[in-house]
């Protein structure tokens, strides 16, 4: 179709090549069309193959190959799966020393967290053109870095961003990336059952203290992000316990399970549990590259250090096997709560 550049294969020459692209002109400003008799959906301008038929097109669109910058933790390979099930390629660059092992039942290759021109090789190579970040990743130190001729192209910009938080050098990676052409996507968005819901997760309610706790920890989460140092912080009757910094949760929770309990707590144990964890993204973080992700482990290592339960941004997290985690809370006599920023709660 000599206006726009589409034009059908199959298409006879002469006068069959003006009558068709009549017809396909028609195909941009309906929902079909019938062309010598045969229903045709325009589907075919995105990217389908034709069938079999001088006038014909399927109407399934072709899907670009995802690929997937796997660090820490199982969303990697979760990710990989639904893609698989729902017929999409996938490539996975799987970061040497914090990617799962499974990875490796799929189009994979190893990297190291330097190699930067290998990274974008390997994604052009397998037709990638859309990219996800998933999973955890030590901030590297620029000493040991192993950089490739693309990792040390890009590290004038790495160092000064290294100056600040994690969320500052995560958005120059992802400036990086797209100043190449890739186009960087959330795990919310192609996960999106994995987002944390609003509302009260399984059968147990926080109480007034709870909710008390968790106003408190709401504000020093506030300014622990304006600051760009962290996403969490534990507190219990108006204390605050503990703050996350470079360590992460996991290891702030392990520290709190540490501290020796107030007296007047008692036993810290089922319905006698006190103390809240509170984790939000950061004020303007860069969501799809990190949002706060919470899964068992976190719960567990939360039971242990007594706590009542665990407050989460709805929409603003991700919740990794929630359905376990709901079994788990409630068998522990944890609350698991949403909460809704457009309600005032986040």
């Not at 910094?245 to 810290?268: F, N, S």
């Not at 991700?318 to 005032?344: K, S």
Request: a neutral charge; charged letters at 20%; aromatic letters at 6%.
């Amino acid at each position: 179709m000599g206006g726009t550049g589409v034009r059908l294969r199959g298409w006879g020459p002469g006068g069959d090549d003006f009558y068709g692209a009549f017809h396909s002109w028609r195909l941009f400003t309906r929902a079909s069309d019938v062309i010598n008799g045969r229903h045709v959906e325009p589907s075919w301008m995105f990217g389908c193959q034709p069938v079999s038929g001088r006038y014909s097109a399927v109407t399934r669109p072709l899907i670009r190959p995802l690929g997937i910058i796997a660090g820490g933790g199982p969303i990697p390979v979760m990710l990989a799966n639904r893609c698989r099930a729902e017929g999409r390629d996938c490539f996975i660059a799987g970061i040497i020393g914090a990617a799962d092992q499974q990875i490796a039942n799929f189009p994979h290759q190893w990297i190291g967290i330097g190699a930067v021109g290998a990274l974008m090789r390997g994604m052009r190579q397998h037709n990638c053109e859309d990219i996800v970040f998933i999973g955890a990743v030590r901030r590297p130190d620029l000493r040991q870095l192993k950089l490739d001729w693309g990792g040390l192209r890009f590290l004038p910009r790495y160092a000064r961003a290294a100056l600040g938080g994690d969320d500052q050098l995560l958005r120059v990676l992802v400036s990086e990336l797209e100043r190449h052409g890739f186009k960087v996507a959330g795990v919310h968005e192609l996960l999106p059952d994995i987002t944390a819901p609003a509302g009260i997760l399984g059968a147990v309610q926080p109480a007034p203290t709870d909710m008390s706790d968790i106003t408190r920890a709401l504000g020093v989460v506030s300014q622990l992000g304006a600051l760009d140092i962290g996403q969490g912080a534990v507190v219990r009757g108006g204390v605050v316990l503990a703050v996350e910094a470079a360590e992460g949760t996991d290891a702030m929770l392990t520290r709190c399970a540490q501290l020796k309990p107030d007296p007047r707590d008692g036993d810290t144990g089922g319905a006698n549990r006190r103390g809240v964890l509170v984790k939000l993204p950061k004020p303007g973080q860069e969501r799809r590259i990190d949002m706060p992700t919470l899964g068992l482990t976190t719960l567990r290592l939360a039971a242990a250090a007594g706590l009542a339960g665990i407050a989460f941004e709805a929409g603003g997290a991700l919740l990794v096997e929630a359905g376990a985690m709901i079994r788990e809370a409630d068998a522990q006599g944890m609350f698991l709560i949403g909460l809704d920023p457009a309600a005032g709660q986040g």
